[in-house]
């Protein structure tokens, strides 16, 4: 099978680039253009379509030079040139931790051991494991300035560094980091203080350590820098001096645009993070020096801002949406249609913020976002029936129930949504105006795609009155997600013991 992207239906001159896809190598992109010239010239209509859309002399038998241009222009690049020295630079900072499987020698293992790598098995197992290599091997921080870095053993660094001061940015060890971001991400030894910890940091950076240091996981953009690292994904994971040595690294140099550290912290309701990266810089500049290595690519700081400002809205995080707000997050312009970055915005079809609010049922945000400036939102009749129904109001959805088709239609996988946000009263509803309660669809955000049903996101969630719901409505246990789990593997998975005792009887071996 051809491994081209089949362009979307439409005008060639309103046609939009598309992300890269994940991992992406030169080879797999030569490949593309080598299938593009010869399905052009074979005369496949949807591969002329693509030339027509990306090349100025239209739909035509492209040669390879042609084809590669066309590659380049359908992934957003204005040249072959242009999209190789792109990959070039994600090659060069590509790392894959998680798939580090064996460490050869203890300094190695202890490194691979000790640190957040952001894969399935972080763990406290993992880490203490680091943490009694240590113990079995102290002289590992005298051997290598990765491990004395991790082990923040700043009278080591500091011996490391008197001998040869370019180990400050020395990248090594098993997932081929610098030392800051082995210190960053180590999670081995709760009882290390903070003192030792800031002091080894500064020995780095006193001797040319990037506090901006970081790299691609997977070659995705954006990075896991150093602070990235410190944050960690919550208050579980964060370095156990992790907003102290944040601030050091921000006080540094470090640009506080960190695109990944707020992907990762989006998921609580903590925002602290959010109140230290304003207080250095979040939301202005230029994004910083891995901004400018990645172009047009990376999102602007205003778009990462939107972005975590639609999640907030979404998930009816009202804090968070005030002081976002307050900071000077643009509230007022419709988010990017279908086909826009980043991801997560193209569910909302060029809605303002007040109309994502008022669609996700939050009837009070929508109602404060008014209040602030925003218009007042102007939902067509099948988002009102979503609207009312996510709301929880049984008058206003009866009376819109006209609509039900077309709402049907547009969102199919609503039903699991709204399982997700644990509104009993809306699945009940969805259910009443003929919504599938079998079918697939998305829980983290409002967007279709066939992941898992409501019984899934139930069951992980350990919800038994909301599976209790959806048995009574007719949910079948023994239906499986896009991935073949049923909802009892997926309570198990979870460890959800109540959903799966529920789920247990009712599921065929």
């Not at 253009?33 to 074979?42: P, S």
């Not at 051997?143 to 370019?166: F, K």
């Not at 691609?216 to 953009?221: A, E, F, M, P």
């Given at each position: 099978?051809?491994?081209?992207?089949?362009?979307?239906?439409?005008?060639?001159?309103?046609?939009?680039?598309?992300?890269?896809?994940?991992?992406?190598?030169?080879?797999?992109?030569?490949?593309q253009?080598?299938?593009?010239?010869?399905?052009?010239?074979?005369g496949v209509p949807?591969?002329?379509?693509?030339?027509?859309?990306?090349?100025?002399?239209?739909?035509?038998?492209?040669?390879?030079?042609?084809?590669?241009?066309?590659v380049a222009?359908?992934?957003?690049?204005?040249?072959w040139?242009?999209?190789k020295?792109?990959?070039e630079?994600?090659?060069r900072?590509?790392?894959?931790?998680?798939?580090?499987?064996?460490?050869?020698?203890?300094?190695?293992?202890?490194?691979?051991?000790?640190?957040?790598?952001?894969g399935?098995?972080d763990?406290?197992?993992?880490?203490?494991?680091?943490?009694?290599?240590?113990?079995?091997?102290?002289?590992?921080?005298r051997?290598?300035?990765?491990?004395?870095?991790?082990?923040?053993?700043?009278?080591?660094?500091?011996?490391?560094?008197?001998?040869?001061?370019?180990l400050?940015?020395?990248?090594?060890?098993?997932?081929?980091?610098?030392?800051?971001?082995?210190?960053?991400y180590?999670?081995?030894?709760?009882?290390?203080?903070?003192?030792?910890?800031?002091?080894?940091?500064?020995?780095l950076?006193?001797?040319?350590?990037?506090?901006?240091?970081?790299y691609?996981?997977?070659?995705?953009?954006?990075p896991f820098?150093?602070?990235?690292?410190?944050l960690?994904?919550?208050?579980?994971?964060?370095?156990?001096?992790g907003?102290?040595?944040?601030?050091?690294?921000?006080?540094?140099?470090?640009?506080?645009n960190?695109?990944?550290?707020?992907?990762?912290?989006?998921?609580?309701e903590?925002?602290q993070?959010?109140v230290?990266?304003?207080?250095?810089?979040?939301?202005?500049?230029?994004?910083?020096?891995?901004?400018?290595?990645?172009?047009?690519?990376a999102?602007?700081?205003?778009?990462?801002?939107?972005?975590?400002?639609?999640?907030?809205i979404?998930?009816d995080?009202?804090?968070?949406?005030?002081?976002?707000?307050?900071?000077?997050?643009?509230?007022?312009?419709?988010y990017?249609?279908?086909?826009?970055?980043?991801?997560?915005?193209?569910?909302s079809?060029?809605?303002?913020?007040?109309?994502?609010?008022?669609?996700?049922?939050?009837?009070?945000?929508?109602?404060?976002?008014?209040?602030?400036?925003a218009?007042?939102?102007?939902?067509?009749?099948?988002?009102?029936?979503?609207?009312?129904?996510?709301?929880?109001?049984?008058?206003?959805?009866?009376k819109?129930?006209?609509?039900?088709?077309?709402?049907?239609?547009?969102?199919?996988?609503?039903?699991?949504?709204?399982?997700?946000?644990?509104?009993?009263?809306?699945?009940a509803?969805?259910?009443?105006?003929?919504?599938?309660?079998?079918?697939?669809?998305?829980?983290?955000?409002?967007?279709?795609?066939?992941?898992?049903t409501?019984?899934?996101?139930?069951?992980?969630?350990g919800?038994?009155a909301?599976?209790?719901l959806?048995?009574?409505?007719?949910?079948d246990?023994?239906i499986?997600?896009?991935?073949?789990?049923?909802?009892?593997?997926?309570?198990?998975?979870c460890?959800q013991?109540?959903?799966?005792?529920?789920?247990?009887?009712?599921?065929?071996a």
């Open positions: 099978m051809p491994t081209v992207v089949v362009p979307l239906k439409g005008k060639a001159h309103k046609r939009e680039a598309v992300p890269l896809p994940d991992d992406p190598s030169l080879q797999q992109l030569r490949k253009a080598k299938d593009v010239r010869d399905l052009a010239r074979a949807g591969t002329l379509e693509l030339v027509a859309a990306h090349h100025q002399k239209g739909a035509h038998p492209v040669t390879l030079a042609g084809a590669q241009l066309v222009r359908h992934y957003g690049f204005a040249s040139a242009r999209l020295q792109h990959l630079m994600i090659e900072h590509r790392r894959a931790p998680d798939e580090v499987e064996q460490a050869v020698g203890p300094a190695d293992e202890f490194l691979a051991f000790a640190c957040l790598r952001f399935g098995d763990s406290p197992q993992r880490w203490e494991r680091g943490a009694s290599l240590l113990t079995e091997h102290p002289a590992l921080t051997t290598s300035i990765h491990v004395a870095a991790a082990a923040a053993d700043e009278a080591s660094v500091r011996v490391h560094l008197a001998a040869d001061p370019a400050a940015s020395r990248e090594g060890g098993p997932y081929g980091w610098e030392p800051l971001l082995y210190l960053a180590a999670r081995h030894d709760q009882r290390i203080s903070e003192a030792a910890t800031l002091g080894t940091v500064r020995a950076l006193e001797h040319g350590a990037d506090p901006n240091a970081g691609l996981w997977h070659g995705l953009y954006p820098t150093a602070v990235t690292g410190a960690g994904s919550s208050a579980d994971d964060q370095h156990p001096h907003f102290a040595l944040t601030e050091l690294l921000l006080a540094a140099g470090a640009d506080a960190d695109g990944q550290a707020l992907y990762n912290r989006q998921f609580g903590d925002d993070h959010l230290l990266l304003f207080g250095h810089g979040l939301g202005g500049g230029d994004g910083g020096p891995w901004a400018a290595r990645f172009g047009h690519t999102d602007s700081p205003q778009e990462m801002l939107r972005g975590q400002l639609w999640w907030a979404v998930h995080m009202r804090e968070r949406v005030r002081l976002l707000v307050g900071h000077g997050v643009d509230f007022l312009t419709p990017a249609a279908p086909g826009g970055r980043p991801t997560a915005l193209r569910t079809h060029a809605r303002t913020p007040a109309e994502v609010a008022a669609l996700s049922g939050h009837q009070e945000m929508a109602g404060w976002l008014v209040a602030q400036g218009a007042r939102p102007a939902l067509k009749k099948a988002d009102s029936l979503i609207a009312a129904v996510l709301a929880g109001d049984r008058d206003a959805a009866m819109l129930r006209a609509n039900a088709a077309v709402a049907r239609e547009e969102r199919p996988g609503l039903i699991v949504w709204a399982a997700a946000c644990r509104k009993l009263e809306a699945v509803l969805l259910a009443d105006l003929g919504f599938d309660v079998n079918a697939l669809g998305r829980g983290d955000i409002p967007a279709e795609a066939p992941w898992r409501a019984l899934h996101e139930a069951a992980k969630a919800d038994v909301m599976a209790r959806l048995l009574d409505l007719g949910a246990p023994n499986r997600s896009a991935g073949g789990a049923t909802p009892l593997a997926a309570a198990q998975r460890g013991r109540a959903t799966a005792e529920l789920l247990a009887p009712l599921t065929h």
